[in-house]
């Protein structure tokens, strides 16, 4: 900045008027040196936060996997940032409107209430969203979906499951026996039952279900997330060339053995296709009043029976049923991450009318058309999944090459 | 009126005069009555004072047959919160204050940055001002401070109507939180007066921004049409998606966070990126009218 003038500057009108000129721009020099501070806090901070990959003992993939496996984290309360990017053509609200519908519509009650948790979830299948959990034991756990100036929550407290979305201030209600989950875990079941998989603890499960001698899994140096040490696990498939799958990667909690992040990275690189991680998490016991839940006054219930009459899941396996009913049968063809999953749909006019009418035309228009021993189909792409829906109506679906699946589907006949 | 006033700013010059300070006071009492005595803020207040007596009738006639307010269903259209107002009006301060946010509340207050100088100038008066022993950047400050002032008072008019009509027409009571558990009805007032708090705190970057322009020109009309005119187009382009990469820089991005308040907990991020950027809006644009508003000719 120009050193200050004083008043003696105004008597001489010459240099006053060149003075003056350098000092003004001069002093706009604060400003631009305000918005250049900024820019570099915003840009070096980060990096140099990042204080690099933290010191940890050295441990194999399989005493990695072992405390994993005994690790008991009962209470926990954090926020999760959940990243998908299936490739999917962007629909924005279209895409949430026919799922919901679809879901609305195929449910056996036929009710569409907004706080139902299996529409509301489904938003998490594309997009950046953030989502705060809390646990205390099998009995008490919470799951917030934060949204603009809103909020949907499922509680589950003891015998009740609550869904409640407050931007319609709609409350979803459901029973389900109060041992039901544990039965579910001593039997080895998911976690979590009839919830889709949305923490990096639940996708891991799934993830090393599939581990076997086709996998490769490796622990890969260390990590630093939600400002904890980690061990970051690598589990790849062997048959590499195949599969669309390149490599998972989980950040496991060096103290706790949690997973904190879920990383799937497709094997034509790029961004992840889904990347879940904690951004902050605290292993402290949530307070009570997390879990209680009462409907609000006015809020409009809707009552779950189908969750009351049966255990947890009576309704999906209902649904599957119906699905299935539908279907010759579900075949697994090929192994380990070749794996892919086969059904015949039963109509034979093919993909142009498994849509029926203007649908099936617009399905038709985001695949590819391809021929070969199967005959001929269309392949639908995403950039984890591929399907093949075959014009005799059979179905191949798998985390497999287009070139793959055609090969299963050839195979297959 | 010669340029380059002398303009010496007090706290960097060695010879800080005593009288300085019964100055800044005098002159910021004396903004401060000038402003709020006009009859333009004074209509600006009513306006926003009328925004929640307007939507609160609206949702007392839309449910007065008992349907939920909103539309039902999604709940989509319409500001937030507007489905729990029918069950308890301390919402209709938290709906009333997200429906006058994007708009409303940042007009008044461009009207009244936008004004600050240029108005001066306008009317002819800002070269008296300026004869006063006050200083340019005496004379600025006052003014933002004047316009901050502002920014609260308008904010605590929308909550207090809001709060007032909310009283009338609906039941109070322990509410429920955005995120299902339940507070008692002192926590949630509360919470309503952090999140006017808040809200005022949002227009921090709006008032800098519109005083920056005030500086520009001798045209108070100009200068808030440049205002109110930004104010709209930055909210436009803040929608659209492919300048993902630059939205979260501009000032309304982080408006709604006010929200997460009503979180439990408390959802601090958001709202902290919002409380930052104004504060860099504000150093940037102050900085900026500073350095145009000491070196300008004052002409008029």
């Known amino acids: ?413 | 009126m010669s340029r380059a006033e002398p303009a010496a700013v007090p706290h960097t010059g060695p010879a800080v005069r005593p009288p300085r300070r019964r100055w800044t006071f005098g002159l910021l009492r004396n903004e401060l009555t000038t402003t709020f005595r006009r009859w333009r803020t004074l209509a600006l207040l009513g306006v926003l004072a009328a925004v929640p007596v307007l939507v609160g009738v609206a949702v007392r006639v839309e449910t007065r047959d008992g349907s939920p307010a909103g539309g039902g269903g999604g709940g989509e259209g319409g500001p937030a919160f507007i489905a729990q107002v029918t069950n308890n009006g301390l919402f209709l301060v938290f709906t009333a204050l997200a429906a006058t946010l994007p708009f409303f509340l940042p007009m008044a207050v461009g009207v009244v940055a936008g004004d600050a100088v240029a108005g001066e100038a306008n009317a002819g008066t800002l070269r008296y001002l300026l004869v006063a022993p006050a200083g340019r950047t005496r004379l600025l400050l006052t003014k933002y401070a004047t316009t901050l002032a502002f920014c609260l008072v308008a904010t605590l008019v929308v909550a207090v109507s809001a709060l007032a009509v909310g009283a009338l027409l609906f039941p109070l009571g322990d509410l429920t939180t955005i995120s299902g558990t339940r507070i008692t009805f002192a926590d949630g007032l509360g919470r309503a007066l952090l999140i006017a708090l808040v809200v005022a705190a949002s227009l921090i970057g709006v008032a800098a921004l519109g005083l920056f322009v005030s500086t520009l020109t001798n045209s108070g009309i100009a200068a808030m049409a440049t205002t109110v005119g930004l104010v709209i187009t930055v909210q436009i382009l803040d929608q659209i998606p492919q300048l993902h990469a630059v939205r979260p820089y501009f000032f309304p991005h982080y408006w709604l966070s006010f929200a997460d308040l009503m979180r439990d907990p408390v959802y601090w991020d958001d709202l902290l990126r919002n409380l930052g950027l104004q504060a860099l809006y504000a150093a940037v644009f102050g900085s900026a009218a500073w350095a145009r508003f000491t070196t300008k000719d004052i002409t008029a």
């Open chain 1, 1 to 413: 900045m120009a050193p200050y003038e004083s008043d003696d500057s105004t008597t001489a009108a010459e240099a006053g008027e060149r003075d003056a000129g350098r000092r003004g721009i001069a002093r706009y020099g604060v400003p631009v040196a305000v918005m250049g501070v900024a820019a570099a806090t915003i840009g070096l901070v980060p990096a140099l936060a990042d204080s690099g990959d933290p010191d940890l003992p050295k441990i194999s993939a399989q005493q990695l996997l072992e405390k994993m496996a005994q690790s008991d984290v009962q209470q926990l309360s954090g926020t999760v940032r959940i990243s998908t990017d299936l490739g999917l053509p962007d629909l924005g609200g279209l895409e949430n409107s026919l799922a919901s519908g679809a879901l609305a519509s195929g449910a056996p009650d036929g009710h569409g209430s907004s706080a139902d948790p299996s529409a509301k979830l489904t938003e998490l299948a594309t997009g950046t969203h953030t989502l705060r959990v809390a646990a205390d034991g099998p009995d008490r756990q919470k799951l917030s979906l934060l949204e603009n100036a809103a909020e949907y929550s499922l509680i589950h407290n003891g015998t009740d499951v609550w869904g409640y979305d407050s931007k319609a201030n709609e409350v979803y209600h459901a029973t389900a026996p109060a041992n039901a989950r544990q039965k579910d875990r001593k039997d080895g079941k998911d976690r979590g039952g009839d919830e889709p998989p949305v923490t990096p603890r639940q996708l891991t499960d799934q993830a090393l279900k599939s581990v076997d001698d086709t996998t490769s899994v490796t622990v890969d140096g260390t990590a630093q997330v939600a400002g904890r040490d980690a061990y970051k696990l690598l589990i790849k498939p062997r048959q590499s060339g195949t599969t669309t799958v390149g490599s998972i990667s989980v950040d496991v909690d060096a103290r706790t053995w949690l997973p904190l992040k879920f990383t799937l990275t497709p094997a034509s690189g790029g961004a992840a296709v889904v990347d879940v991680g904690f951004t902050r998490i605290s292993y402290a016991k949530p307070a009570a009043s997390t879990f209680d839940f009462t409907p609000p006054k006015g809020a409009k219930v809707t009552e779950d029976h189908a969750h009351a009459d049966g255990s947890a899941g009576a309704r999906e396996q209902k649904s599957e049923q119906d699905l299935a009913k539908g279907f010759d049968g579900l075949k697994v063809l090929g192994e380990g991450w070749n794996s892919v999953a086969a059904f015949d749909t039963g109509s034979r006019d093919g993909a142009s009318a498994s849509g029926g009418g203007d649908l099936g035309g617009l399905l038709g228009s985001f695949g590819d058309r391809v021929r070969g021993g199967f005959g001929s189909g269309t392949v639908f792409s995403t950039r984890l999944v591929n399907a093949l829906v075959t014009d005799d109506g059979k179905v191949y679906v798998g985390a497999v090459t287009k070139k793959a699946l055609m090969e299963a589907a050839d195979r297959g006949r």
